[in-house]
């Protein structure tokens, strides 16, 4: 994925060359699953934006603040917002990290003279992708085909914390072929949660597994999540179950990069 350093200003929002638009890759994004960087990418620049990809942009911080060490959340807050300063906006693949962008910094840096206030001007320009494409750029048609039968999991970051419900819904009932069936308890956690996995796998994989329940039961050959986080610990345990069912982030779909492997399943040689 290519960056071009940004040339614009802040207070321009909008102009003939598209809204100028920062995209936060993440890292799971970038270290396991580059397509969805691509795919928005896509799908953003279809919606008439210029995207850039800030090359110095890292880690959110999300794991640091999670395991309380908040020393280094602070220090790679700091660096992420002077990375993504004098962008109009700043749009992210993950309700998680857009999460940590949009709430929590401001609290992190709720004391700090110099930071807090960079913080809190970072936290108002940051959208998830869908929402982004639905609510600012006023998109739902991407012209995408997929014909099949699918069922979409909130994420707890997206759904509590940046308010995202009908977006991604608005969005795949524009994809021609698409039936999209909600499985119960649509909102409940699939067991992810970050570091929470690693330090309570017992409790994670009980919650996976009853997720892995509602999906089964919806009858649907695919799952569709806007977190990679969600998608690869669901991943997993459908694997692990011997389950067909594929798994994407929403805007490969959406973007109709659907020609490569599902997430989790190995590469055709």
Known sequence: MTSQPHQGSASVQGSERGREVA????????????????????????????????P?????????????????????????????????????????????LKHHYPELLATDRQWGPRAQSLADRVFE???????????????????????????????REMKVKQAPRDLLGAVDGLKLTEMEETDACCGFGGTF?????????????????????????????G????????AGKLKRDGSKVEVRHVAEVLAGMNDQPAIGEEKSR
Do not use: W
């Not at 994670?204 to 999540?225: C, D, P, Q, V, Y």
């Open 129 to 159: 992708l869908t929402q982004f494409l639905t609510e600012i750029c006023g998109r739902k048609d991407f012209g995408a085909r997929l014909s099949g039968n699918c069922t979409y999991h909130d994420s707890c970051s997206s759904l």
């Open 23 to 54: 995209l936060f890759v993440t890292c799971l994004v970038d270290l396991f699953r580059p397509s969805i960087g691509f795919a928005a990418v896509k799908l953003l620049e279809e919606a008439g934006c210029r995207v850039t990809v800030p």
């Open 56 to 100: 110095s942009q890292t880690c959110c911080g999300q794991p640091a603040y999670n395991s309380g060490d908040r020393a280094s959340a602070i220090a790679i807050a700091q660096q992420t917002i002077a990375a993504l300063e004098g962008y109009p906006f700043i749009v992210a693949p993950s309700g998680s990290c857009a999460g940590m």
């Open 227 to 234: 977190d990679l986080g969600c998608l690869m610990n669901l």
């Open 197 to 225: 996995c690693l330090k309570f796998p017992e409790v994670s994989n009980s919650m996976a597994a009853r997720k892995i329940e509602t999906i089964t039961a919806t009858g649907a050959g695919l799952l569709l999540a």
